[in-house]
């Protein structure tokens, strides 16, 4: 096992000990199935499986809820990202939603021109969806994962995902 490897997985364990350490609230899993597109030249496309927490909102404010959440983004040539973060969700009418996010992780890439510069990533989200009578939920995500010019190189990928909200109580 690589250093790299190493640390991702123990950023991973770390994100997820930390939300289930936190009080009992209503709070969401996210499964979604995507495509991402790399900027950078040669680099390859694939599909992508994601999970993600988002824990209740720790503030309030008329129809804007401010939470954390966490990601996982495994892409199919083998691609991870693992990221926690600060979501923002505002509801609309009839059950429609936007959401936004902000998630600093960390990248490691199984394919050489899969680099996005540095092991330091930020993954930032915005979707659209309609919450169910039943409380889960549909929504439309893009993603971007990039270093914000923190490394020599950074080329970016983003992502188009389909999201399925499956809400439980902690």
Do not use: C
């Not at 720790?58 to 990601?71: S, T, Y």
């Not at 995500?141 to 080329?155: F, G, M, R, V, Y």
């Amino acid at each position: 096992m690589s250093i790299r490897t190493f640390v991702t997985a123990a950023y991973i364990a770390s994100a997820f000990t930390l939300a289930s350490a936190l009080p009992a609230a209503a709070q969401d899993w996210i499964f979604s199935a995507g495509y991402s597109s790399f900027s950078r030249a040669g680099a390859e496309d694939s599909a992508l499986v994601s999970v993600e927490y988002q824990h209740d909102a720790f503030w309030q404010r008329g129809n804007f809820d401010a939470l954390f959440g966490a990601a996982l983004d495994v892409q199919t040539t083998g691609d991870l990202f693992v990221g926690a973060g600060v979501v923002g969700k505002w509801h609309l009418r009839q059950g429609w939603f936007i959401e936004t996010s902000v998630m600093p992780g960390a990248y490691a890439e199984s394919v050489r021109l899969n680099d996005l510069g540095s092991t330091f990533e930020i993954r930032s989200a915005l979707a659209v969806g309609k919450t169910f009578e039943n409380g889960r939920a549909l929504s439309l995500a893009l993603t971007h994962k990039s270093n914000a010019s923190t490394a020599d190189i950074n080329p970016g990928v983003n992502s188009l995902l389909l999201r399925w909200h499956v809400p439980f109580k902690g």
